[in-house]
């Protein structure tokens, strides 16, 4: 069966620090894989999604970058922390035609910028 | 510019009272719409798809369903319990496109008390 592996799953980092999340799927190959971030009390901001290694997307201007080393790892990173880049963050997997399946979510990231 | 939107923001409930959670959109064209539950704390996970086709899906006693012609959906929660507050997320899904750009609402908060 497919899992994805999300860690870690809290963390606690000084401004101006680096980041990296990492996120790992099993039991599927070529996944669309999804970077999403969650303020407190908000709805899910999509950040990166990759079709494929070496084939990642931006939506949106940031602090973070994303890489995809291997088929079924993400890696969301940053070089330097902002307090602005604190919130939850969700991986998350589809296959095929994603609109019909859908999306699995890791367990997620809390991700706290002091 | 696609969209969804979901009411109320947030909602308190008795243990076995029912509730209807409602989300309206404008995507195009529109593919399929799933209902996620969030706990606090952890990943979005799916409790119902609709394609265009479907009207009603129930899962247990989570029931959707999806009016294409006014774009607007509901999930229905039958004789609630405890376990069922959490954040409920409508997200729809617009065409055929392998990378899903899924456009999600900002989620339903609902609280059950004892």
């Known amino acids: 069966s497919q899992t994805i592996h999300q860690w870690p799953a809290t963390l606690v980092q000084p401004v101006g620090s680096p980041l990296s999340l990492e996120c790992t799927v099993e039991g599927t190959s070529n996944p669309n894989l999804y970077w999403y971030r969650q303020a407190a009390g908000r709805g899910l901001q999509l950040l990166f999604y990759?079709?494929?290694?070496?084939?990642i997307s931006s939506e949106v201007p940031q602090n973070l970058s994303a890489s995809r080393p291997q088929d079924r790892q993400f890696i969301l990173s940053s070089k330097k922390l902002l307090l602005s880049d604190s919130g939850f963050y969700l991986c998350a997997w589809s296959v095929g035609q994603v609109t019909y399946y859908g999306y699995t979510f890791g367990s997620g990231t809390r991700l706290t910028v002091v | 510019k696609n969209q969804v939107e979901q009411s109320p923001q947030s909602l308190i409930i008795l243990e076995g009272k029912n509730c209807t959670l409602q989300c309206n959109y404008t995507v195009s064209p529109f593919s399929n719409l799933r209902w996620y539950k969030q706990d606090t704390g952890r990943g979005p996970v799916s409790l119902t798809i609709?394609?265009?086709?479907?009207n009603t899906k129930s899962n247990g006693r989570y029931t959707a369903t999806l009016d294409a012609d006014t774009k607007q959906s509901s999930l229905h929660i039958t004789a609630s319990q405890l376990s069922d507050s959490a954040s409920y997320i409508c997200v729809v899904s617009a065409g055929n496109t392998n990378a899903g750009k899924s456009t999600f609402g900002d989620g339903t908060t609902l609280t059950v008390k004892p």
């Open positions: 609709m394609t265009f086709s479907e």
């Open positions: 990759s079709i494929g290694i070496d084939q």
